[in-house]
T-cell receptor
Framework: AQSVTQLDSQVPVFEEAPVELRCNYS??????LFWYVQYPNQGLQLLLK??????LVESINGFEAEFNKSQTSFHLRKPSVHISDTAEYFC????????????FGTGTQLKVEL | DAGVTQSPTHLIKTRGQHVTLRCSPI?????VSWYQQVLGQGPQFIFQ???????GRGNFPDRFSARQFPNYSSELNVNALLLGDSALYLC????????????FGQGTRLTVV
């Protein structure tokens, strides 16, 4: 069985400041990792994913995440946040051969303030 | 191209009633998955269907059922509704079943009173 832990339920940050949203996972097999973003009253949008290869993955809007197998982590970072980044962020995991069954964390509410 | 479409967007039902939620995947996608997202929590996997066959089931009671049609659209049915079934129900479509990107719809907000 797999699990995902997002320790921070809320992260307030000022605009243009850096931010890190933490994600740790537990799995006995090789994993694929994802970050999804959810804006109010909307579905989930894929932000970035790690399937294989380079452990550092980037999104088109400045977010990046690094897969750390030894620490079983996949933290999401952005060097300078914008007010429009305010949303709920979910980390998710699936394992190789696991189909598309995603196991999600409980989410982190990122609130960017002026 | 249209994304994943779900209907209805909002729904209010009474305890004990039955509900049917619908999902149309992205054109060309053959797999549909359903998730339940209770307020304040992450989505929980309910079902996955591929080529009209059930390929995975989460830890939900038998009151929950689903099916996929020849055009790859899907229905999620919930019988004998409980207050605890109030949630956002998300449908995700993907091309296949092996770790291909899942695209989510806007969801159906179900309120059970």
């Amino acid at each position: 069985a797999q699990s995902v832990t997002q320790l921070d339920s809320q992260v307030p940050v000022f605009e243009e400041a850096p931010v890190e949203l933490r994600c740790n996972y537990s799995s006995s097999v090789s994993v694929y990792l994802f970050w999804y973003v959810q804006y109010p009253n909307q579905g989930l949008q894929l932000l970035l994913k790690y399937l294989s290869g380079s452990t550092l993955v980037e999104s088109i809007n400045g977010f990046e995440a690094e897969f750390n197998k030894s620490q079983t982590s996949f933290h999401l970072r952005k060097p300078s946040v914008h007010i429009s980044d305010t949303a709920e962020y979910f980390c998710a995991v699936t394992h190789t051969g696991g189909g598309n069954k995603l196991t999600f964390g409980t989410g982190t509410q990122l609130k960017v303030e002026l | 191209d249209a994304g994943v479409t779900q209907s209805p967007t909002h729904l209010i039902k009474t305890r004990g009633q039955h509900v049917t939620l619908r999902c149309s995947p992205i054109s060309g996608h053959k797999s549909v998955s359903w998730y339940q997202q209770v307020l304040g929590q992450g989505p929980q996997f309910i079902f996955q269907y591929y080529e009209k066959e059930e390929r995975g089931r989460g830890n939900f009671p038998d009151r929950f059922s689903a099916r996929q049609f020849p055009n790859y659209s899907s229905e999620l049915n919930v019988n004998a509704l409980l207050l605890g079934d109030s949630a956002l129900y998300l449908c995700a479509s993907s091309w296949g079943t092996q770790n291909t990107e899942a695209f989510f719809g806007q969801g159906t907000r179900l309120t059970v009173v």
